[in-house]
């Protein structure tokens, strides 16, 4: 492997990273799939397509590894989470699963921090691996489609990969942290009423 070819750090890292980030989100997964379509964009060192598709992948697997550990488990985890929930409150959540649970298994994904509270809710409740497969690879598509435009056009402000990458790496923080305000916004609304 020639470390010096920077596709053979960036393929590597931008999978690697999203997995990471996926699982245990120590990773601004975001910001990773961000900088290196704003490099994709602006050098000839990474192909977009390949990095698109990557993010999908680590982002999939490890959405379906968060998922699937509890999901295996289901009975222990049902029985921790009934713990600190009300009964009534678990039948909610079972019946919007029911109803729509595609529809929020995908939200979870683009919502910053909602993704881990949606899949283990899902594999605490039995969510059916047939509709969450699916699901998530929908989601993982929209998201990593999202977060590379926001590299596409911070690498089409700027030629330079490293303005262009730092500028990709703060418009994902912005979009961020502007969904948890309106996030914030909607629940204290949602208390009022």
Known sequence: MNWTDPAAIGYPA???GVLLGSIIPIVP?????GAAAA??????????????VLAVLGAYVGDVVTFGIP????EAAFR??????PAERLEKARDQFTRRGWQLVVIGRLVPAGRIPVLL???ALSYPWRRLLPAALVACVLWATAYSLLGILSGGIFDSPLIATLLATVLVLLV????NLVSRWRRK????V
Do not use: M, N, Y
């Open 14 to 16: 931008v999978f690697g």
């Open 29 to 33: 997964t975001g910001a990773v799939v």
């Open 39 to 52: 490099v994709a964009t602006t050098t000839d060192h990474l192909s977009l397509p390949l990095v698109i």
């Open 71 to 74: 999901r295996l488990g289901s």
């Open 80 to 85: 921790w989470i009934s713990r600190r929930q």
């Open 121 to 123: 809710a899902a594999a």
């Open 176 to 179: 961020t942290v502007l969904l």
């Open 189 to 192: 609304t949602k208390e009022k």
